[in-house]
């Protein structure tokens, strides 16, 4: 979702030297874009005065743009060096800022992608035209139609907390529902997530029959992209491997329970966003303290419908 606002800056900016500081593990997601000069990885955990030091290793720079809404990234460039900052108001910092910026009305949602650009307008460039900036790769190319093979990847777990999570037994009802809907296809499902959702990955493959892999913690970011590259779609809750496998153009199924598709939906087109919307959606909690209905009203007759209305327009696209 910041990629666009990355581009956004180099385009208005040419000539500037434009470093990321970021978490190490997407260091290689940052490295990979050609719109950025360095990348400042720092270790989760690292104290605001580490991060600070190694900003002034790599400095001075003139700016800084924060995308977090944290007290403690503003910290961190400041300790770094940085006074020109910029950034929303929220959480306290505003003391902290050069160019405060106020969010809009909470009665009009927006995207973070738009938020982000409205930060790049404060600093003072024209973000330019959103197609040109999007920057979307075509999508994988259909599957040959003699082998009908169909590499489909599935992220069943997610950091933020089980409010965000489809159960793993309905997601598993899901594809079974796919695969007898298309017998003459091949559906071979890879499982991604992180070390932690290992588990979940194998309580998964264990519902699937095969062709079925947990990959769940085998691959860092750079292997992540390398494997998606290689599916045709994605089924996944709201996630980070949703926005990455959007950012490379592979069409995502995205399951949202607790969170709010107008403000994180998967960028571009060729999505499909699978929610039941009761009272209480959405609540932002980790967890639910009433009983999950958000999740537990999306059947999984809809979730396979969605994913075979996305095979349905990769079939159809020309060869």
């Excluded at 009272?279 to 059947?299: A, G, H, K, N, Q």
């Amino acid at each position: 979702m910041s990629l666009p606002a990355v581009r956004a800056l180099r385009r208005a900016f040419p000539a500037a030297h434009i470093a990321v500081a970021c978490r190490g593990n997407l260091a290689p997601l940052w490295q990979a874009c050609d719109a950025i000069d360095a990348v400042l990885p720092f270790a989760k955990g690292l104290s605001p005065w580490a991060v600070g030091r190694l900003l002034r290793q790599h400095g001075p720079f003139a700016a800084g743009l924060l995308l977090p809404n944290s007290v403690r990234s503003a910290l961190e460039l400041r300790l770094g060096g940085v006074k020109s900052l910029v950034g929303y108001a929220g959480h306290y910092r505003r003391l902290l800022l050069r160019r405060a910026v106020d969010e809009v009305s909470a009665d009009s949602p927006r995207h973070h992608l738009h938020r982000y650009l409205d930060l790049v307008r404060a600093l003072g460039a024209d973000p330019g035209r959103l197609d040109e900036i999007l920057a979307l790769p075509p999508a994988p190319a259909p599957p040959p139609r003699e082998s009908g093979e169909i590499h489909l990847g599935l992220c069943p777990g997610a950091e933020y907390g089980n409010a965000k999570r489809y159960p793993v037994e309905r997601y598993a009802e899901a594809i079974a529902l796919l695969r007898r809907a298309r017998p003459g296809s091949d559906i071979r499902v890879s499982i991604y997530g992180s070390p932690a959702e290992r588990s979940i990955g194998d309580e998964l493959v264990s519902l699937l029959d095969e062709p079925r892999a947990n990959r769940a913690g085998d691959t860092d970011i750079a292997g992540l992209v390398a494997e998606l590259r290689t599916c045709h779609l994605l089924a996944t809750n709201d996630t980070g491997t949703m926005h990455l496998a959007a950012a490379l153009g592979v069409p995502v199924v995205a399951v949202f329970g607790s969170t709010d598709p107008d403000l994180t939906s998967p960028i571009g087109s060729g999505h499909e966003i699978v929610q039941e919307k009761p009272d209480c959606s959405p609540c932002f909690l980790r967890e639910c303290p009433v009983d999950y209905r958000c999740m537990l009203r999306i059947e999984p007759a809809t979730v396979a419908a969605a994913m075979s209305a996305v095979l349905d327009r990769i079939e159809a696209a020309p060869e």
